[in-house]
């Protein structure tokens, strides 16, 4: 089924000209429209289906700096700033909450790793603090068990995935902005050698300046165009349960199972890293470049069926832009969860928690994860395509730091100071071998 998601109400009427296009209502998405707008710009938000019905509302919702590659951590603080600054723009509707982030283990290698990642992250500014077992144990109460040692994150913390994106939707009108949803981009046309206007389904918007946040759908997309972007679809599954549990942590992670308090009171359950892998000719072409991400993960990636080969999010055909697409076809991914998983999950978390025991199933649902080869996001406006910018590729981690992707893509497109540094962002670095490079976390 599909994950709980807000609706919002936008206007259907196709703009003829912007001054920038951003295509794919996802919080990358959102997060760049509502910065451009604040701008001053004109932008016009296409999104094929709903406002955050794929991974941006099928995630945990995370908003974490704990633990990230050294590549996305300065996005990360930078966005925990930034979810702040949206909800004091447009009042609370995020669900974002500074709630803390723990980590628990019994394992001495895990907590090693943990203490090696602080050190690192507390010189650039971090709040991480290692926990012993007696303090481990205390704050892990609801558990009934004691720990070897963990991890506390207090300025980390959540937001609400069922709500957020299409939140910050309504604040890029608010601005001045246009989002226009059960609209299909086709594809991108060129005049002069550089962007001219993006072909939709209901006609064409002209525009110098492109943003492509399309999620798993952006490698199909650039495919139009000649335009290479590795990308694998990893299938994850979550559930979730009905309010009732209390004495919980609002953030809680072990090895065996993680879990989130929901805004309706709810929680969110899942295991970390587990998921499978879909077959589509994206990621089988792609292949020898995702090779050591599955050597590192093999034990947490298991081989998924053929639904994201038909669901045709990878296809490698070129479709014509004067005829339906793709995405017409299939406006929201929603694709099944794992059942056995599912039941794992379950298990795993009443065994952890106590309070879990007698609390019903909720929902349960799968997502499609865009992942990169290295595990880091692609933000790039240096394709050999003037005019366009990609923003896509965020590996599992995009939710959390999509305020920051969406303002960092903001200062691309008006040639402003970046938030952060863009090298390692690039496009470009799949050119060279991946191993050695996956993400560290």
């Known amino acids: 089924m599909p994950a709980p998601l807000a609706t919002i109400s936008t206007d259907p009427d196709l703009p003829s000209h912007a001054d920038c296009v951003v295509i794919g209502g996802g919080i990358v998405g959102v997060c760049t429209a509502y910065w451009l707008a604040r701008a001053g710009q004109a932008v016009v938000l296409l999104e094929k289906g709903r406002v955050g019905a794929e991974q941006s509302s099928r995630n945990w919702g995370w908003c974490r700096q704990q633990n990230r590659d050294a590549r996305e951590l300065p996005l990360s603080t930078a966005s925990l700033t930034l979810w702040e600054d949206i909800e004091r723009d447009l009042g609370p509707g995020t669900g974002f909450s500074r709630c803390g982030l723990l980590y628990l283990s019994n394992s001495e290698a895990e907590l090693d790793g943990w203490a090696a990642w602080g050190r690192f992250a507390r010189a650039a500014g971090v709040d991480t603090r290692m926990l012993t077992g007696a303090e481990a144990s205390e704050r892990a109460a609801a558990t009934g068990r004691t720990w070897r040692g963990g991890v506390w994150s207090p300025s980390d913390g959540t937001a609400d995935p ?11 009108e608010k601005h001045g902005g246009r989002v226009v949803q059960m609209c299909a981009a086709r594809g991108i046309e060129m005049a ?21 946040a399309g999620g798993a759908w952006a490698s199909s997309f650039l495919h139009q165009m000649g335009v290479d972007f590795p990308q694998a679809s990893i299938r994850s599954s979550i559930l979730s349960i009905m309010p009732g549990a209390t004495g919980l942590p609002d953030a809680l992670h072990t090895a065996d199972v993680s879990i989130t308090r929901r805004g309706d009171g709810g929680h969110t359950l899942a295991i970390s890293g587990r998921a499978s892998v879909d077959l589509t000719p994206g990621m089988l072409r792609g292949s020898k470049q995702f090779l050591p991400m599955f050597a590192k993960r093999w034990r947490a990636l298991r081989v998924g069926g053929t639904g994201g080969w038909r669901a045709g999010f990878e296809t490698r055909r070129i479709w014509a832009l004067d005829r339906e697409t793709p995405m017409e076809r299939m406006r929201v991914l929603d ?8 039941r794992q999950t379950l298990t795993r978390a009443r065994a952890l928690l106590p309070a879990l025991r007698d609390i019903p199933v909720q ?20 394709m050999g395509v003037p005019g366009l910018v990609l923003a896509a590729g965020l590996s599992g981690h995009g939710f959390g730091i999509g305020p920051g992707v969406g303002h960092l893509v903001a200062d691309m497109v008006l ?3 970046p938030l952060t540094e863009t090298a390692q962002y690039r496009l470009a670095r799949f050119d060279e071998s991946q191993w050695g490079k996956v993400a560290k976390f």
């Open 162 to 172: 069922s709500r957020a994106a299409p939140f910050i939707a309504q604040g890029v």
């Open 192 to 212: 002069g050698g550089r962007v001219a206007g993006v072909v939709t389904e209901r006609g064409t918007i002209r525009t110098a300046r492109v943003v492509v």
């Open 335 to 342: 694709p099944a969860p794992a059942p056995a998983l599912i």
């Open 363 to 382: 929902a349960s649902w799968a997502g499609y994860i865009d992942s990169t080869p290295d595990g880091v996001p692609v933000i790039d406006a240096d």
């Open 415 to 417: 040639g402003r100071a």
